[in-house]
């Protein structure tokens, strides 16, 4: 295990429970990846808050070659089209820029995504502490290297944080790639490439509540179990550093 | 949108919690689900299943396309749903597009399988022709004629059914040799033959409405306004789980869903069974 409190830039990784990595079928042999990474070690995570000065809140995230920017707009008074809610409402659009990805342009499925991101975060929101208006999510994505949606959910709920938006706990999300045999969390732009399956999950650890999960593959019963506890401790890892990341943005003297 | 009262909802979900429903249903049994298939005469196979007061068509087109340069030697698949104005008013203009686009993200996670296609209902490289040159293109409509609940399960099977009726037609290959080489290679497409689709890794979704602390299958509409969230999840025969996904944002315990799997599972094995007798019958009533 290579997280240790205190180095920099901060990792975090689930533990590995008796299971050590199967014998590997996958690219190089004695359960290491492409960059060097165990199959149950996440990238080196870069979180920061109050990227964008014009944004009620914003976070920047850079996990590994993945750059996500969100900036939170809010609560304001909702469309005048809209029917009146006593709850609030959330709005999230993800989009990329055009040279996030390989090929110019190639950014894909942001419908789909800004609606995954809309449900990852309504749970953990208190939308009744601003009725009748609207909260704003935009997500960019600056680079795309593999799990970008996670990426941007924790990004997301980092922002919201920042802009002062009521939640009930910060929500984390880590995904993970099924490859032949193995599991491999985190997964880069080539692992995600060459998946059989994914499994995503976001939740909130303070409250034990997963807030979303999505899977597709071909999946058994017991690898489901093992692929949700590596992604529920590489969650909580994660929402520690989120955490420490909002605390010293509190501590550290505002300059102005 | 169903309003309800407050005295309403406390029937409803006092019933749920007490394992009987309004319609006399159990938790976990469904409501008479029939099936007729062959209903659009234009399409290579199409489905309408009625699920209760849900009622969806699907239809299945093919094509002759040009494969993905990335994937040469497997055809495509896509899925568009349409939920229909007519169906219910909250459905005209933007109301029903984000809702379709949801069911299709959603079917599409749950029939077509991961990037390698591993889990996928649909074998992608059976529809290959040629390789590189000449492919099948299916595509997979689904249309919300009436709503009442439970319409991702009823969009599964709705496809399941379409598929085991489609037809796709033999194709010759006239003339692919070499010598061409970056002409699309001439195939005659027969009018006679056809060939069947294998459906057996088609897997079926279920979805589990989770309201107060009890989960419930095939949700009526007054009874999903009550949901504090719901998983959709898709099973084939072997039991082998191809497709998850969470809709409502209330968040779960991680023990809760794994729990939730389990029952799927055992609900899955009943409700396979059951589409796949009911397909088979409406396939004789439809050669008759």
């Given at each position: 295990?290579s ?8 990792t ?8 050590k990595p ?7 042999s ?5 960059d ?7 990238r080196?995570?870069y979180?920061k808050?109050g990227?964008?000065?014009?944004a009620?809140g ?13 900036s939170?707009?809010?609560?304001r008074?909702?469309?005048?089209a809209?029917?009146?809610?006593n709850?609030g ?18 950014g ?8 995954v991101?809309?449900?990852a ?5 208190l939308?009744e502490s601003?009725p009748?208006?609207?909260?704003d999510?935009?997500a960019l ?7 970008d949606?996670?990426?941007?959910i924790?990004?997301?709920s980092l922002a ?6 009521m ?6 999300a ?6 032949g045999?193995?599991?491999?969390i985190?997964p ?5 490439r ?13 409250r034990?509540e ?7 593959g ?18 909580k890892?994660l929402?520690?550093i989120?955490r420490?990341?909002l605390?010293?943005?509190a501590?550290?003297?505002?300059i102005? | 949108?169903v309003?309800l009262?407050v005295?309403e909802?406390n029937f409803?979900?006092g ?6 429903r309004?319609d006399?249903?159990k938790?976990?049994s469904y409501?008479p ?5 062959g209903?659009i ?10 699920i209760?007061?849900t009622d ?8 002759l ?20 104005a007519?169906a ?8 029903g597009e ?6 299709a993200a959603d079917l599409q ?12 209902g649909?074998d992608?490289s059976?529809?290959s022709i040629?390789?590189?040159?000449v492919?099948?293109?299916l ?8 709503s009442?609940?439970?319409m991702?399960?009823?969009l599964?099977?709705?496809?399941k059914?379409?598929?085991?009726n489609?037809?796709l ?5 006239i003339a ?5 080489s ?9 009018d006679?033959?056809?060939l069947q ?6 897997p079926?979704?279920?979805?589990l409405?989770?309201v107060g ?6 949700a009526t509409?007054?009874?999903?306004s009550q949901?504090s969230?719901?998983?959709?999840i898709?099973i ?10 969470k ?5 779960v315990?991680p023990s ?5 799997i389990?029952?799927a ?15 088979a019958?409406?396939e004789?009533?439809e050669?008759?």
């Open positions: 295990m997280s240790r409190a205190g180095t920099t830039p901060s975090y990784s689930p533990s590995t429970q008796k299971k199967q014998k590997p079928t996958f690219n190089d004695n359960g290491v990846r492409s060097g990474r165990g199959f149950y070690q996440c080196p995570a979180l808050t990227a964008v000065s014009a009620g914003s976070a920047y995230a850079e996990f590994g070659n993945t750059k996500v920017i969100v939170v707009f809010g609560p008074e909702s469309k005048k809209m029917m009146y809610s709850v409402r959330l709005n999230c659009s993800v989009s990329y820029t055009p040279f996030a990805t390989q090929v110019r342009g190639q894909s499925e942001h419908k789909e995504y800004s609606s991101l809309h449900k975060l309504e749970g953990a929101i939308l601003f009748k208006t609207t909260v999510v935009f994505v600056m680079e795309s290297g593999g799990s949606l996670p990426v941007i924790s990004c997301a919201l944080a920042d802009a002062g938006i939640m009930y706990d910060l929500v984390a880590v995904s993970l790639s099924c490859v045999p193995s599991l491999v985190d880069v732009l080539e692992e995600e060459w998946q059989d399956g994914s499994l995503m999950l976001t939740y909130m650890p303070c034990s997963v807030t979303q999960l999505a899977v597709n071909e999946w058994t019963t017991p690898k489901i179990h093992e692929g949700m506890e590596l992604c529920l401790d590489a969650c890892k929402a520690g989120m420490s990341c605390k010293e943005e501590d550290s003297p505002s102005q | 949108m309003g009262s005295g909802t409803i979900r019933g749920i919690a007490q394992d009987l309004c006399g249903r938790r976990l409501r689900i029939h099936i007729d298939t209903v005469p234009q399409a290579n196979g199409s489905a309408r299943v009625r209760g007061g969806v068509i699907a239809s299945v087109k093919a094509e396309g040009r494969p993905n340069s990335a994937q040469p030697g497997k055809g495509k698949v896509s899925i568009h749903i349409d939920c229909s007519t219910a008013p909250i459905f005209q203009g933007k109301g984000a809702l379709s686009t949801e069911l996670r749950c029939l077509l399988g991961g990037k390698s296609g591993a889990g996928a649909i992608l059976s529809l040629v390789e590189g040159k492919c099948w293109d595509y997979l409509d689904g249309l919300v004629v009436s009442d609940g439970n991702l399960d009823a599964g099977a709705a496809i059914a379409a598929l085991s489609t037809g037609p033999k194709v010759n290959v692919a040799d070499a010598t061409s970056g002409d699309q290679p001439e195939v005659d497409v027969s006679e033959e056809f689709f294998d459906t057996s890794a088609v079926v979704i279920v979805t409405t989770k602390k009890h989960y419930i299958v095939d509409e007054e009874e999903e949901m969230s719901a998983m959709s898709s084939n025969r072997k039991g082998l789980i191809c497709g998850l996904t809709r409502g944002g209330a968040g315990d809760i869903v794994l729990d939730m389990s029952v599972k055992n609900v899955s094995e009943n409700f396979i069974n059951v589409l796949d007798s009911e397909i019958a409406a004789a009533r050669e008759e």
